[in-house]
């Protein structure tokens, strides 16, 4: 059954996609195959997924105009999500592209390449310091000045600490915040609970685990791989329904290649995660601040969106432990 959340002005679904891994290897370049792109874009859309995740720099310029050429004219009640504050040189680096005038000049470009009036939300991607100075104010005034004159309808913000977002939402509306939290690092915990009492999207990025290969955390558990087969799924589909089931704001953006895949990621919204399943995953990693896993697990059941949190005030207080810095663009990083 498919339930929704909202995204600034719009309702979503909450198996979204994510379109990092349409570009080429280290999302650098054109796809292998543009065709088969093509396609798992217009199959994500027929699905019923309204929400997409994109960059301007995710190629660069690559995965925008797939996105373009194959849905465009887009559906009313699609929502584009794109990001700024960094960018690619030609040889694929990743460089920081985050002053006011930059983080302007790329929602610009992100219009221009998506053939967009308004994107549904941009998000302000941060290096992942935690720090709240004049700068990230001046990084906010500029998002929220695209927001006044219509360029985007939500400000979102990506690789934030608890302290930013907190100083964020006391001067303005924020529609989402991205963040890598999965199974196996919870560390965001407090975040999402900041985000659930707001009534804020908290979209995990990284949400199968990272680093991919034999080092992924989630994929590779043990545990993981026993729930999976006890209830006849996927240990992919365990690792989506469980961060489904912690709070109704969580928006999932995996992304794939593949439409097999897509429909893999996408079915994980039908899975039924028993209390022992639910037990063995919880202990799969420990939450932050010894905040007990039985109150995260509790969020859907009895708490509307915007209406209070699981955690108590005095660790809602606490000073989010940081995430480590997110490289989008690392292979490492591919979730399917």
């Known amino acids: ?76 009640e699609l929502a584009i999500v794109s990001k700024v504050g960094v960018r690619r040189d030609d040889t694929g680096a990743v460089l920081p592209f985050d002053d006011p005038d930059q983080l302007r000049a790329g929602i610009e470009g992100n219009l221009r390449s998506l053939r967009v009036g308004r994107l ?18 001046d990084q906010l005034a500029a998002m929220v000045a695209a927001r006044d004159e219509g360029l985007i309808a939500g400000v979102g913000l990506s690789n934030i600490s608890l302290e930013q977002l907190r100083h964020a939402v006391a001067g303005t509306d924020i529609v989402c915040v991205q963040n890598l939290f999965h199974l196996a690092d919870r560390r965001a915990a407090p975040l999402l609970a900041e985000c659930l009492s707001r009534g804020i999207a908290f979209v995990p990025f990284g949400p199968l685990g990272w680093p991919r290969g034999q080092q992924n955390p989630v994929l590779n558990s043990p545990v993981v791989a026993q729930a999976a087969a006890r209830l006849g799924v996927t240990p992919v589909q365990v690792a989506l329904k469980w961060l489904l089931q912690l709070a109704p704001n969580v928006l999932l953006i995996p992304g794939t290649g593949s439409v097999s895949h897509l429909r893999e990621n996408l ?16 202990a799969v990693a420990p939450w932050p601040d010894d905040a007990p896993s039985s109150e995260m697990r509790s969020l859907p059941h009895g708490i509307p969106p915007g209406q209070g949190s699981p955690l108590s005030p005095g660790e809602r207080a606490r000073s989010e432990p940081r995430s480590p810095k997110h490289c ?3 292979s490492a990083t591919r979730a399917r």
């Open 1 to 76: 059954m498919m339930s929704a959340f909202r995204l600034g002005r719009m309702q979503v679904r909450r198996s979204g996609y994510g379109a990092m891994q349409l570009a080429g290897p280290f999302v650098f370049g054109p796809p292998a195959d543009r065709a088969a792109a093509i396609a798992v874009l217009r199959a994500a859309a027929a699905a019923g997924v309204n929400h997409i995740d994109t960059a301007q720099y995710y190629g660069p310029d690559v995965v925008n105009d797939l996105i373009r050429d194959a849905l465009y004219p887009y559906p009313a």
């Open 120 to 137: 549904a939300a941009v998000n302000l991607r941060l290096p992942g310091d935690g720090r709240v100075d004049a700068r990230f104010d």
């Open 267 to 282: 079915a994980a919204e039908d899975v039924t995660l028993d209390e022992e399943a639910l037990r063995q995953l919880d």
């Open 328 to 330: 989008e663009v690392s």
